[in-house]
């Protein structure tokens, strides 16, 4: 089981159901007649407290092998306190790790109106924590999507549909390290 785990950006928001780049992981799995199944636990405006809340049970649910996190831009957009939100990732790592989960984080930035201390401090995160916590990184989720209006809701903040396919490509490619295990075959 793959448990996608994030926010807005992974849970279809403004999106027609099944047309999100969770859909298409699943699609491509189903293709390459891979045993693995996804399950996604994302919420629209999660943050990485209200989700090391509701992690532990989802994980004793579900006993994903590979948990992909894509949380804290919710916390940045509120701008809470970015100690606040690594340490709330970090202890989403360990619990995924102590479940027997491998875990990809996805890195986010957030727009430069936060001022450049908070934005630069914000996408150093996910490098900073992956590297100590020795995981997987998506280096930036909306690498290809990030710098195309046409690609956003009217809201500008959420990828469109026509942005799905990239997002699906950029997760299949750090997903890389994982794919001798997404390649066992259905019997």
Not at 60 to 74: D, M, Y
């Amino acid at each position: 089981m793959i448990l996608v785990f994030g926010d807005s950006l992974s849970a279809e928001y403004g999106l027609e159901r099944n047309s999100g780049w969770v859909n298409l992981l699943q699609g491509k799995l189903q293709k390459e007649k891979s045993v693995w199944q996804v399950f996604n636990a994302s919420i629209s405006g999660e943050t990485s407290a209200g989700g090391l809340t509701r992690l532990p049970q989802i994980l004793s649910q579900k006993k994903p092998g590979i948990v992909l996190l894509e949380l804290g831009a919710n916390d940045a957009l509120r701008g809470l306190s970015l100690t606040e939100t690594k340490n709330n990732l970090r202890k989403m790592i360990a619990l995924s790790k102590k479940s027997g989960a491998q875990v990809l984080l996805f890195g986010m930035r957030i727009p430069p109106n936060y001022g450049q201390q908070y934005t630069e401090a914000f996408f150093r995160l996910y490098p900073t924590l992956a590297r100590e916590e020795k995981i997987a990184l998506l280096p930036f989720f909306l690498d290809g999507v990030a710098s195309k209006p046409e690609l956003f809701q009217a809201d500008r903040l959420h990828p469109n549909e026509k942005a799905q396919n990239q997002l699906f490509q950029n997760v299949w490619a750090a997903m890389k390290p994982y794919y001798p295990l997404l390649t066992e075959k259905q019997k």
